[in-house]
């Protein structure tokens, strides 16, 4: 079986993180692999190093049609029995046209649970064979939007748990970050951008500072947003208990000497920092949006809020800051809901799943 992976994410966390690892899983089960990627996307690199045949290709963005030409082009020699699709960027629009240019059937990973305009969605989905939902809250917002039922499959996100096993002492994790010894370290790991509910988190941070005073905030990621959360960090006179600590790609050696992780996004389609930080041993306060319930089990690993409320995520937040008991017992129900539910096992193998569903369909396989 030989797969072409399309991925343009040009960092590797989030869903380009996923596809490593589904890359990973797939050498391991014999599948062959070729991810086409951006020249100078780290996944290009980190897949490189692992063995997987790497092809670059430049590409723009949604409108770049000519990287759909391009891409079409080569797909038609690749000797592919399968694409999969990884990434927005105009990957899932420009991928799905090649794929049916060059006679090739291809899935689709959808991650993001903001829905799309119901005739864009047709439009966009139409060439895909199956579309795999990182969670159920995402398969039915394509359901609503008029995706056939019979083409959409729920494949969970997964998380390399022997790898967020700390191995870093308290002391250091403290020290690094600037954090007084007998700090209750609460992280937030989150790319900096509106949707992810930074605002909110420092807006609730306020209060809960005032009631923990030991209590101190480490925001781990980058983006547009950090020079408006850096305005408003000032602006409420948090400088001395919130850092901005950048993205980390060493973040599983670490992860697991904090207290806290809470993830305030407005919009989520699982959440793979909740994934992490539960295979690191760490209670979860969340948002009650998208695909996190599904990531967190309310009340046994965390405690989910509403999304934008800065009273609840607070009051939720200092419950667990408060409780020590309690913080270890999610921590420790997080990890086994993590190892139980979304092993990387069970992920390599939905999607292979997938892919013999569409072969077997015989639908324009080139072998």
Request: charged fraction near 20%.
């Amino acid at each position: 079986m030989h797969i072409v992976h399309l991925e343009t994410g040009r960092h590797l966390y989030g869903g380009a993180q996923q596809v490593l690892y589904l890359l990973e899983g797939l050498a391991r089960e014999g599948v062959r692999s070729t991810l086409v990627c951006p020249p100078d996307s780290a996944i290009g690199t980190a897949a490189g190093a692992a063995g997987v045949n790497v092809q670059t290709m430049p590409m723009a963005g949604d409108l770049d049609a000519l990287f759909g030409r391009r891409f079409a082009r080569w797909l038609k020699t690749a000797n592919a029995q399968l694409l999969h699709v990884h990434s927005r960027r105009g990957a899932d629009v420009w991928g799905g046209l090649a794929a049916r240019y060059a006679g090739v059937p291809a899935a689709l990973s959808r991650r993001v649970d903001s829905a799309d305009p119901p005739l864009i969605g047709k439009f966009k989905y139409r060439p895909y064979a199956r579309i795999i939902c990182i969670s159920a809250q995402i398969r039915r917002q394509l359901q609503a939007t008029g995706v056939p039922t019979e083409k959409l499959r729920v494949v969970h996100s997964t998380v390399n748990a022997e790898a967020f096993k700390p191995r870093w002492s308290r002391a250091d994790f403290c020290a690094a970050f600037g954090l007084p010894v007998d700090t209750l370290a609460v992280v937030c790991v989150a790319q900096l951008i509106a949707r992810k509910g930074h605002a909110c988190l420092l807006e609730a941070w306020l209060s809960i500072v005032t009631t923990c005073p030991r209590a101190r905030l480490v925001l781990f990621g980058q983006g547009p947003e950090e020079t408006s959360l850096r305005q408003q960090v000032a602006r409420l006179g948090l400088q001395e208990s919130v850092v901005f600590a950048g993205f980390r790609q060493d973040l599983p050696h670490f992860l697991g000497c904090a207290d806290l992780l809470v993830h305030p996004a407005l919009r989520e389609g699982l959440g793979v920092s909740l994934l992490e930080a539960q295979a690191a041993g760490l209670p979860i306060v969340a948002t009650r949006v998208g695909g996190i319930p599904e990531a967190v089990v309310d009340g046994e690993s965390g405690l989910l809020v509403p999304p934008a409320d800065a009273c609840a995520l607070a009051t939720s937040v200092i419950t667990l800051l408060q409780d020590a008991g309690k913080r270890s017992n999610f921590g420790a129900a997080g990890g086994a809901h993590v190892a139980r539910e979304f092993s990387l096992a069970g992920m390599v193998s939905g999607n292979v799943q997938v892919y013999r569903e569409i072969l077997q369909e015989g639908s324009r396989i080139r072998v």
